[in-house]
């Protein structure tokens, strides 16, 4: 059994050594010191992103803790990003956590000249730190950028003015760390910032963007919005932005002013299922219909007061739904925009 997991894991290997090589272009993980906050982003122009579930792979976040983006030349299951996390799970700083991939990666193809990395996370005072490395051998351009809550790395760009863009737009935006990671890729929303796409006229084929909150759980961070891959000549990073403003205006609405809450839906984004609260009387009865942006209705279920789960269509992944709560008499009492995100 260890000889066949060891032979496959080759095969894996190699596939993601020929078919994608340098298999990530710009990222950027940061942390928010006041909200405990812990994010990433990042674009890719790889054909066949979707065949693994998009760019978002070279991602991972320990909430509460810190953040790992690995690229450029890796191995599918991406075995580098899970030994990072597992060291910084153990209280390693940055430093030493890229100090422990120098001497223990586990990548059969590939070697420390052409591995990238970004890394951020908290002190035990609750610090930011961060760090990040770029092998001689990552192809050009190739270099990265770090600040005291930030890294930021890219690799097969059109020149260093890519990673200074990023840098600065991030640095410039205000408000929350979701809101100024997006500000940081549409600094990077250029034709050919990942040169291999200058041709189609985008920066990327697939991008992504998540934040996870200091008591999210792996798997259920409170923000993942990921375009696995976009057709031709279609800017994975303005699709990201539609996603983006859509959850945005969603978490920003509000009831009026001495109006109160009739309902709430968790969590928003959500891939399979959402649960709805619904601030009934006792044991009222109201119907929920999901609809698409264009108002074809989805489905319809029936809801009573409390928490109720709702089991989403099988629908295309990154779309934006209205969920709409209705009285017994047809009233609409609640209206909130759900985003479905992949799984």
């Known amino acids: 059994m260890i000889k066949f997991n060891t032979i496959v894991c080759s095969i894996l290997c190699l ?8 298999q990530d272009t710009f990222s950027i993980v940061a942390v928010d010191e006041e909200t405990g906050e812990i994010g990433s982003a990042g674009a890719s122009c790889v054909d066949n992103a979707n065949a693994f579930g998009g760019v978002i792979i070279i991602s991972g976040i320990l909430p509460g803790r810190g953040a790992i983006n690995g690229q450029a030349t890796v191995c599918i299951p991406h075995v580098n990003l899970q030994t990072g996390l597992n060291q910084m799970s153990l209280g390693k700083s940055p430093d030493e956590v890229l100090e422990y991939l120098f001497n223990n990666d586990g990548c059969q193809f590939g070697n420390n000249t052409n591995r990238q990395y970004g890394v951020v996370d908290f002190d035990p005072a609750g610090a930011p730190r961060s760090a990040a490395y770029t092998g001689v051998n990552c192809l050009s351009h190739a270099g990265h950028r770090t600040g005291p809550n930030y890294a930021i790395q890219g690799n097969i760009l059109l020149g260093p003015a890519i990673l200074d863009s990023m840098e600065a737009r991030f640095l410039a935006s205000e408000g929350p760390l979701a809101k100024r990671l997006m500000a940081a890729m549409q600094g990077v929303n250029v034709p050919g910032a990942d040169s291999r ?147």
């Open 197 to 343: 796409c200058l041709d189609e006229g985008t920066s990327s084929k697939s991008a992504f963007l998540q934040v996870a909150k200091p008591d999210d759980t792996a798997g259920n961070f409170s923000l993942v919005l990921n375009v696995q891959l976009t057709p031709d000549g279609v800017e994975p990073i303005d699709s990201l932005q539609v996603l983006f403003d859509a959850w945005f205006e969603t978490i920003n609405s509000t009831n009026e002013p001495g109006q109160q809450q009739t309902a709430r839906i968790f969590p928003n984004p959500t891939a399979k299922k959402v649960m709805l609260e619904w601030f009934g009387t006792q044991n009222e009865k109201a119907e929920v219909t999901l609809t698409d942006v264009a108002g074809k209705q989805l489905m319809r279920q029936a809801v009573t007061t409390g928490i109720n789960e709702i089991i989403l269509p099988k629908i295309p992944q990154g779309q934006v739904l209205i969920l709409h709560v209705e009285n017994k008499a047809g009233e609409v009492l609640f209206s909130e925009k759900l985003i479905v995100r992949p799984e």
């Open 15 to 22: 596939f993601t050594f020929f078919s994608l090589g340098a």
